[in-house]
């Protein structure tokens, strides 16, 4: 089970991608929790849940760093969510990178 956390300005936006990327991640009989929450969300959900790899929607970028540090002890790999493939809302893509992340 991969569990993969989006995190955006109000968790809003990325819950459409949260779907497409369920639904690639069901065809291609990949077994993940991908879920996305806004960034004052984020310190919870990474204490109470065992998140393989962090996301951040293009909006929050800025944040990069400061999960870098936080997670840093953890070792989950954070990364920018590419402004194209949020602006498409391509979750097959996004899927596959969150999993080479991994």
């Known amino acids: 089970m991969k569990t993969i956390m989006l995190v955006c300005a109000?968790?809003?936006?990325?819950?459409?991608?949260?779907?497409?990327?369920?639904?690639?991640?069901?065809?291609?009989?990949?077994?993940?929790?991908?879920?996305?929450v806004s960034a004052s969300e984020a310190d919870a959900n990474l204490a109470n849940k065992d998140v393989n790899v962090l996301l951040l929607g293009p909006q929050v970028r800025f944040m990069k760093s400061q999960f870098e540090k936080k997670v840093a002890d953890k070792n989950i790999p954070v990364d920018i969510i590419n402004m194209q493939d949020y602006g498409m809302m391509n979750g097959e893509k996004l899927l596959d990178h969150a999993l080479t992340l991994i």
Do not use: N, R, W, Y
């Open 10 to 36: 109000a968790g809003m936006s990325t819950s459409l991608l949260v779907s497409k990327m369920e639904k690639s991640a069901e065809a291609k009989g990949i077994e993940a929790d991908i879920f996305a």
